[in-house]
């Protein structure tokens, strides 16, 4: 059996962003992976993401296949995915993204403080990697 803890640089690498990018944005490590048991072909990870004060994710996708249930650490993030207004999220606070939606805003709502969240994906077993930039990486 494999442990369900991935090395900081491996977990960046297999969500989309490279490991130079994760230290100048976000931090993502992953907390939990597992397959579903009862579900074939499916797979649940858990990633914390932590954001230091300002700090932003760059416009991205998520694999195709992912149900994505965020929820607020610490903090306050804010995030608009598709067409819905940007919103900010507390700590305590949850938000989902359905499969195949674009997350255009994923940010720390504050300038001064650091704010966190865990992303729970439910994903197809072979759907990697679990983020992917916008190819135009322009700024928001």
Same mark, same amino acid.
């Given at each position: 059996?494999?442990?369900? #803890?991935?090395?900081?640089?491996? #977990? ?15 931090? $993502?490590? $992953? ?6 048991? !009862? ?7 858990? $990633? ?20 994505? *249930?965020? *929820?607020? &650490? ?8 598709? !067409?819905?207004?940007?919103?900010? *999220? ?5 938000? *989902? ?10 940010? !720390? ?7 966190? &969240? ?11 990697? &679990? ?10």
């Amino acid at each position: 059996m494999r442990a369900a #803890a991935v090395p900081l640089i491996a #977990a960046t690498v297999a969500l989309g962003a490279s490991p130079a990018i994760a230290q100048d944005r976000e931090q $993502v490590k $992953v907390a939990f992976a597992h397959a579903l048991p !009862n579900v074939d072909g499916k797979k649940i990870v858990a $990633v914390t993401v932590t954001y230091p004060p300002g700090g932003k994710s760059l416009p991205h996708h998520h694999a195709a296949s992912a149900f994505i *249930y965020a *929820y607020v &650490l610490s903090g306050a993030i804010r995030s608009q995915v598709g !067409n819905d207004p940007a919103q900010v *999220y507390h700590a305590g606070e949850g938000f *989902y993204e359905m499969p195949g939606s674009h997350h255009s805003v994923s940010e !720390n709502a504050s300038d001064k403080e650091p704010a966190s &969240l865990l992303a729970v994906f439910v994903v197809d077993s072979k759907d990697e990697p &679990l983020t992917t930039p916008d190819k135009a990486s322009g700024s928001q």
